[in-house]
């Protein structure tokens, strides 16, 4: 259990990861069917018909068993709904407000949680697998992973980003050919062939998220950490108003006398001249 700022790809990878290293690899994961855990589109295009997260589970030998029923379902969400009402209770009795704190005080909620309400399981043993990998190659798995091709240029494009490979010995061969983009939860960024790690440079590293960008739901998270740094970084608008174009005068407030006439145009009285006597 974790607090995140969003229900994405990322933070159930990383959630994967703390509780493997803390109790091994279990036979299988029981969900809903959020895109995160499958293709609802039998007709999408491209790819293996397999998420990152299938992917990371079918490295690791899990299962993912997906809800089809609303029994199950609610099955699901039972907990979910028991924690919505009295944990958040639990927070503010403990004067907890920021998401720091509250993955702090986690550990001592869930360990009194269980003691109250656990029931006992019909078979003791423990079904989980001890984790044979290592620490790095687990966080590997945990990750957000692609191909992306290489062009001439020895150039790729990865999330909105040209990324340019520093020249190498290694680097040199790989035109026309697919590295493979390791994207980690935490924000790190790695281009890697055969497992060799790539030097790299991003060619324009202020490129805004379009518009009219079309984001997957699972990557939302990360495209708006992503819009967030841009936005702390003082972005400037190309688009300046009249104001910061030096166009733009402040006139005093004119007072007007109860003798006052206005002043018509030339053009306007002759436009006005033939209706007046028409009437």
Same mark, same amino acid.
């Given at each position: 259990?974790?607090?995140?700022?969003?229900?994405?790809?990322?933070?159930?990878? !990383?959630?994967?990861?703390? =509780?493997?290293?803390?109790?091994?690899?279990?036979?299988?994961?029981?969900?809903?069917?959020?895109?995160?855990? /499958?293709? #609802?589109? !039998?007709?999408?295009?491209?790819?293996?018909?397999?998420?990152?997260?299938?992917?990371?589970?079918?490295?690791? $030998?899990?299962?993912?068993?997906?809800? $089809?029923? !609303?029994?199950?379902?609610?099955?699901? *969400?039972?907990? #979910?709904?028991?924690?919505?009402? /009295?944990?958040?209770?639990?927070?503010?009795?403990?004067?907890?407000? $920021?998401?720091?704190?509250? #993955?702090?005080?986690?550990?001592?909620?869930?360990?009194?949680?269980?003691?109250?309400?656990?029931?006992?399981? @019909? %078979?003791?043993?423990?079904?989980? /697998?001890?984790?044979?990998?290592?620490?790095?190659?687990?966080?590997?798995?945990?990750?957000?992973?692609?191909?992306? =091709?290489? +062009? !001439?240029?020895?150039?790729?494009?990865?999330?909105? %980003?040209?990324?340019?490979?520093?020249?190498?010995?290694?680097?040199?061969?790989?035109? &026309?050919?697919?590295?493979?983009?390791?994207?980690?939860?935490?924000?790190? @960024?790695?281009?890697?062939?055969?497992?060799?790690?790539?030097?790299?440079?991003?060619?324009?590293?202020?490129? /805004?998220?379009?518009?009219?960008?079309?984001?997957?739901?699972?990557?939302? &998270?990360?495209?708006?950490?992503?819009?967030?740094?841009?936005?702390?970084?003082?972005?400037?608008?190309?688009?300046?108003?009249?104001? *910061?174009?030096?166009?733009?005068?402040?006139? +005093?407030?004119?007072?007007? +006398?109860?003798?006052?006439?206005?002043?018509?145009?030339? *053009?306007?009285?002759?436009?006005?001249?033939?209706?007046?006597?028409?009437?």
């Amino acid at each position: 259990m974790q607090f995140v700022r969003s229900e994405s790809t990322d933070s159930y990878l !990383s959630a994967v990861h703390t =509780y493997v290293t803390a109790y091994g690899c279990p036979v299988a994961f029981y969900s809903d069917k959020h895109t995160v855990f /499958r293709i #609802n589109r !039998s007709s999408a295009p491209g790819g293996t018909g397999m998420t990152q997260f299938g992917r990371a589970l079918a490295e690791l $030998n899990i299962e993912i068993i997906c809800a $089809n029923s !609303s029994q199950a379902k609610g099955r699901v *969400e039972r907990v #979910n709904r028991t924690l919505q009402d /009295r944990l958040v209770k639990e927070l503010r009795l403990a004067d907890i407000s $920021n998401i720091d704190a509250g #993955n702090a005080f986690l550990p001592s909620f869930m360990l009194a949680h269980n003691e109250r309400f656990a029931v006992t399981p @019909l %078979r003791s043993e423990d079904m989980h /697998r001890p984790l044979s990998l290592s620490i790095d190659k687990l966080t590997d798995i945990l990750c957000h992973r692609e191909q992306r =091709y290489v +062009g !001439s240029q020895l150039t790729l494009t990865y999330d909105r %980003r040209r990324i340019i490979l520093e020249r190498n010995a290694t680097s040199e061969d790989l035109s &026309g050919k697919y590295v493979d983009v390791y994207d980690f939860p935490d924000g790190r @960024l790695e281009v890697r062939f055969k497992d060799l790690l790539l030097p790299y440079r991003v060619f324009s590293k202020d490129q /805004r998220v379009s518009h009219t960008a079309i984001v997957e739901n699972k990557r939302l &998270g990360h495209t708006l950490a992503l819009i967030k740094a841009q936005q702390d970084s003082h972005f400037e608008a190309k688009v300046k108003t009249n104001s *910061e174009k030096g166009q733009y005068q402040k006139r +005093g407030r004119q007072i007007y +006398g109860p003798d006052y006439v206005p002043k018509i145009p030339a *053009e306007a009285a002759a436009v006005a001249e033939p209706t007046a006597k028409k009437a």
